[in-house]
């Protein structure tokens, strides 16, 4: 029988006091054997422990500290824990539990120090190998995860006062953790939750973090449930400390990056979903230069609310967001010396993007295929300066809104939009070459929504485009020339693009004033060039005005496939229409005083137009006046796109002063006038460059001065000049009133409108008065003509040859009819002379054959027939009372052909 020993309270004790003991052994001992063993492997690395170290492991509350531990290497502190606390429950690791019951880190300093040779953690290099470890395989599906089964809590971990140092090739980094705080993490293959809190500062730039996770499954990847909630803020971020990072191609970047926001993290087996209702990036003094192009910017904030982003099978996101910039400089060096560098200046930049979306799943191609929209979106700026030599563009604001804007992604494939934007613009100058040569300007720009399309084929409706206050071209110039044009309204009405077609139902103009400035060079002075001033470096030109640098070969024409991918561009504008006040003043400084002349529109339209229908009849309707009587009434139409020139113009101009466009025909009409007004009815037809009408004038009180006081001189005697002839035409009031013909071909090389308006003039009072004096001298038709001299535009008498019978010297019976009558037709016109030129013939020698020349004797006798015959005829006509002076002797002439008669030639 086995004896049966009893547990005596004695025993019990014993057992009580054993254990008692044996925990206050491992209690004592446990840390200074930890330290012995530590400070040996820390002397074979290099480094060494600080002697007052303390590691304390109390087993009553299962709980390890460590106080005051230093390690040293090369003098230097690399590692520093002033307090560590660390509680944790034995019992619940038999149960696959391991419950960390509290943990806490104080004053930590770290130094960690990685390159490309070696890496050192808290004074101790790990062993380098001579080439990496191979990489371990992935494991079979089917093997379960390291933690599956078991359970992991935290209550809490607090990690303040901690520092580390991270030594790098391209620099220190230092982390600066104020608080790093987790809370209640439970991890197991089930669920998951913990809290986070984390205040630091990367390299003096605050962080703040605040998370929240749960979860279930969290060890399973295929079914696993992941959601996260947090917040996040990052300040004073200096890019200049992270310049060794960044790519060759960043020649400097500097400034503060700022972030903030919340977000919402949530994964499934299906996907990933995102979303942020607040977020901010905020960029402070940035600049950064890179190859050819250098950025600045004084302030930039981007706002974003309401992000999502939802990563299945399909990608879909959308935000709103709100991005606000002050100070914007870029400038934009072109690596083509044919592109010149640009520059833009922003006051400041606000954009604006309301319900943006992208979506790919509800797409007939989900793979490849994209869709965009925003809605009430918009972009705007002030202080705008724009230089791209050699224009340069100011404006003080403007404004880009998107009502809507739709457009269609596809995989290699350009995009397709639908967009409908509305358009506005403050005081806006553009310049060339010089910031004081304004090309263009306005006051203000107004373009309400209109919608345009990328499709097949891209389409724009714009209802009205409107400009307030528009200058055009006004130069720097000495004397303060005024703009070319100035308006105060310019509107464009219903405007469509389609097909490569553009229409405009009406282009109107409101208070058009022109200011038209012709030099004595004949360019126009208030008109800005738009080619560059000649520099040195301009190719030479030879006399002819060729350039001597290298032509350029010839493009080759289209080909078919190429011609045949877009139409050619057409234009139509339905109709043109001036205001009531418009006015075009006109300034010529070609003599001194200057010509100045201004017609006022009193109704002015013009249209239809368009390019792609030459044969389009463009209606044409004039009403106007010079100054408080001259009117001017003009309608028809044109074809301003036929190859050659059609017209048909008819219309009334009354009361025109003369004297004002002598500046411009005196040369042609070779007089001045001194007086005088028009009034004229038109009709004239263009037809292919052959022109035809009739305008019938009134000449009211017109007189000429000759333009050139030698003119009396040029002419021979029997002429009678323009003064002359208009004044035989004038009535007793004197008026002239004449019908004009008007003909001519604008094909012709030396055809001109000036010259030909005064030559068509010329001729029509010279044919009237040439019709006026061939009637005045009907009873001496016989023996005169009138004709008129092509040269000078002038009247002239011209007198029928008087014949002599064979070998007769003296006036006989039949030239005493023109005897007895040139008497009164020379006393009637004093200024005509006559040269007596006598033709002696071979029937004058008897002869009935002739050979191919007269001999001397031949030749002698004839000569002094003819002269006999002259002498004699001027003296019959001084004894009929004709003044000498008037008949001017000519040497005789020879006419030797055998059927010749003789005569006298009488050339005035």
């Known amino acids: 029988m086995k004896r049966l020993y009893t547990v005596t309270p004695k025993i019990l004790l014993a057992l ?213 909630t947090g917040y996040y803020e990052l300040a004073d971020i200096n890019f200049k400390q992270y310049a060794a990072w960044m790519p060759e191609t960043i020649k400097r970047l500097t400034g503060k990056l700022g972030l903030s926001g919340d977000f919402q993290f949530s994964m499934t087996p299906d996907g990933m979903n995102i979303k942020q209702q607040e977020g901010a990036v905020t960029l402070g003094d940035f600049r950064i230069n890179l190859e050819g192009t250098n950025a600045e910017a004084f302030a930039t904030t981007l706002e974003t609310k309401d992000v999502q982003i939802n990563l299945k099978d ?155 206050n528009l200058i055009v071209s006004k130069p720097l110039r000495e004397d303060g020339a005024p703009p070319l044009a100035t308006v105060s ?86 109709q043109v229409e001036f205001s009531k006040d418009t006015r075009i003043k006109f300034t010529d400084q070609l003599k001194s005083p200057p010509y100045v002349n201004q017609l006022i529109f009193d109704e002015y339209r013009v249209g239809p137009i368009d390019t792609a229908n030459p044969a389009l009849e463009t209606q044409v309707l004039l009403k106007a006046h010079n100054g408080e009587y001259t009117r001017y009434d003009v309608s028809g139409f044109t074809k301003p796109f036929s190859e050659l020139v059609n017209l048909h113009l008819k219309g009334n101009i009354t009361e025109l002063a003369l004297r004002p466009t002598s500046f411009y025909i005196q040369d042609a009409l070779g007089y001045e006038i001194e007086s005088g007004a028009l009034n004229t009815k038109f009709d004239m037809a263009i037809t292919d460059n052959k022109m035809n009408g009739k305008a019938d004038i009134k000449l009211q009180a017109l007189e000429l001065i000759p333009a050139d006081s030698t003119e009396t001189t040029n002419l ?52 009237a008065a040439q019709t006026y004096l061939v009637q005045a001298l009907v009873p001496y038709a016989n023996i005169v003509s009138v004709a008129m001299i092509a040269g000078n535009q002038a009247l002239k008498l011209r007198f029928e040859d008087l014949p002599y019978p064979a070998g007769q010297a003296s006036p006989g019976p039949e030239q005493a009819n023109f005897v007895a009558q040139l008497p009164a037709i020379m006393n009637q016109n004093k200024n005509v002379s006559i040269r007596l030129c006598p033709v002696t013939v071979p029937a004058d020698l008897q002869l009935v054959e002739i050979a191919d020349k007269p001999t001397p004797e031949q030749k002698s006798a004839l000569l002094e027939l003819g002269q006999e015959r002259g002498k004699l005829l001027k003296a019959e006509l001084v004894n009929q009372g004709v003044s000498s002076g008037q008949l001017l002797d000519c040497k005789p002439k020879i006419k030797w052909k055998l059927n010749a008669l003789p005569h006298m030639e009488l050339d005035t």
């Open 716 to 767: 021979s005697g029997g002429a009678i000049t323009l003064n002359l002839a208009l004044d035989s035409l004038k009535d007793s009031d004197g008026n002239v009133d004449i019908s004009i013909p008007i003909k001519g071909d604008l094909s012709d090389p030396e055809f001109g409108v000036v010259g030909f308006i005064s030559v068509v003039m010329k001729k029509a009072i010279m044919k």
């Open 489 to 574: 309204n310019l509107s464009l009405q219903q405007i469509n693009f389609a097909d490569n077609r553009l229409t405009i139902d009406t282009i109107a103009f409101d208070t058009l004033i022109a200011d038209i400035i012709l030099t004595a060079q004949r360019e126009l002075h208030n008109l800005l060039a738009t080619a560059p001033p000649p520099t040195s470096n301009e190719p030479e030109v030879n006399d002819d005005g060729a350039a001597t640098a290298e032509i350029a070969e010839p493009e080759s024409p289209p080909t078919d496939s190429e011609s045949s991918e877009a139409p050619p561009f057409t234009f139509a504008i339905n």
């Open 16 to 228: 009580l006091l054993l254990t008692i003991l044996l925990l206050l052994l491992i209690w004592l001992l446990t840390g200074r054997i930890a330290l012995h063993y530590a400070n040996e492997f820390l002397t074979q690395q290099g480094a060494s422990l600080n002697p007052d170290a303390e590691v304390v492991f109390n087993p009553f509350s299962s709980e390890l500290q460590i106080n005051n531990l230093v390690i040293t290497r090369d003098n230097q502190e690399r590692l520093h824990i002033e307090k560590f606390k660390l509680g944790y429950l034995f019992t619940d690791i038999f149960s696959n539990q391991v419950i960390l019951d509290r943990a806490s880190i104080h004053g930590l300093n770290l130094h960690l120090r990685i390159s490309e040779s070696e890496t050192e953690v808290a004074g101790i290099r790990p062993p380098q190998g001579e080439s990496s470890p191979p990489e371990a395989a992935d494991p079979p599906a089917s093997e379960t995860p390291p933690l599956m089964g078991w359970f992991i809590g935290l209550p809490r971990l607090t990690i303040t006062d901690t520092n580390i140092e991270i030594e790098l090739p391209e620099g220190t980094q230092k982390i600066n953790t104020e608080l790093l705080e987790i809370k209640d993490l439970e991890l197991s293959d089930a669920e998951l939750g913990a809290e986070l809190r984390w205040l630091t500062a990367v390299n003096g730039a605050p962080v703040q973090l605040s998370l929240e996770v749960s979860g279930e499954n969290p060890l399973s990847p295929d079914s696993a449930i992941i959601d996260a």
């Open 314 to 468: 399909n990608i879909a996101a959308s935000l709103s967001s709100r991005l606000t910039t002050k100070g914007l400089l870029l400038n934009l060096d072109n690596a083509d010396p044919d592109i010149s560098p640009t520059s833009v200046k922003l006051q400041s930049l606000t954009t604006e993007i309301n319900q943006f979306s992208l979506d790919q799943s509800q797409t007939e191609n989900p793979g490849d295929t994209y869709l965009v929209s925003a809605d009430s979106s918009q972009i705007a700026f002030t202080g705008a300066r724009v230089a791209a030599n050699p224009v340069l563009l100011e404006n003080s604001e403007y404004t880009l809104r998107l009502n809507k804007l739709q457009s269609q992604i596809i995989a290699d494939m350009p995009p397709r939009f639908t967009v409908r934007p509305e358009i506005s613009s403050g005081a806006t100058q553009i310049y060339l070459y010089h910031d004081q040569n304004l090309a263009a300007s306005w006051s203000a720009l107004q373009i309400p929504t209109f919608e345009v399309t990328d499709g097949a084929p891209a389409t724009a409706m714009v209802p009205s485009v409107s400009f307030q």
